[in-house]
């Protein structure tokens, strides 16, 4: 019984610092500014993003492009029409990646 509690928090230790620290990253690289985590504001919510592509199996290579080189998208038009900067000159691809991923986990 002991052990079995501990492992559970060993396992909640390593889970959850890594979505804090692709959280921040998100932050970090101004993308909270445009998207906040359940609320529309200048584009859709995290939440929006990752409910929308959770069939897509392809979901984390195209999302990654689309943040890379910006533009408009399926949601353009919704609720505005200003696109999405490309960010692929200011942030790292591993970087870009980790964030991408990261918000297609916010169901
Ligand atoms: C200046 C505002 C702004 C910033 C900063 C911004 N975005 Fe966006 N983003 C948008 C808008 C607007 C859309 C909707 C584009 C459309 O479909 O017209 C969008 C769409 C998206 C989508 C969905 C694209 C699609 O094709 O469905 C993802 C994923 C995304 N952004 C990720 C990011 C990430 C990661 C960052 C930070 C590196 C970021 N965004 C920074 C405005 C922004």
């Known amino acids: 019984m002991k052990i079995h509690t501990l492992s559970g928090v060993v396992i909640l230790t390593l889970t959850s610092t890594p979505i804090m620290a692709s959280q921040e990253l998100a932050e970090k690289n101004g993308c909270m500014g445009c998207h906040l985590m359940d609320r529309r504001t200048v584009g859709p919510s995290i939440k929006q993003i990752a409910e929308r592509y959770a069939a897509q199996p392809d979901a984390s290579a195209t999302l990654y492009e689309k943040v890379k080189n910006g533009g408009g998208g399926p949601w353009h038009g919704t609720w505005g029409s200003i696109p999405m ?21 916010q169901k």
């Open 85 to 105: 900067p490309p960010h692929g000159d200011n942030i790292q691809p591993d970087t870009m990646k980790t964030i991408v991923d990261w918000m297609l986990l």
